[in-house]
């Protein structure tokens, strides 16, 4: 799980790429706490093979990326 909360763009995107270059996983979760970072992740997410749900938990999101 990558927690991301706290951080604004472009950050959050550049944990989940070195994550998924590094290990590949076949589901990853990353908590975001802004609206932007849910666009960019998912939007990077898709383009990397990745299906994306977005779940609201209070102030932030949790995204589920699964291949």
């Known amino acids: 799980m990558i927690d991301a909360r706290g951080y604004s763009c472009p950050t959050p ?11 590949s996983p076949a589901e990853l979760e990353v908590l975001v706490d802004n609206q932007c970072s849910v666009e960019n992740v998912t939007r990077y997410a898709g383009g990397s093979g990745y299906q994306v749900s977005v779940t609201p938990e209070g102030r932030d999101f949790r995204l589920l ?3």
């Open 65 to 67: 990326l699964k291949k």
């Open 13 to 23: 995107v550049v944990m989940v790429q070195k994550e998924v270059k590094q290990s």
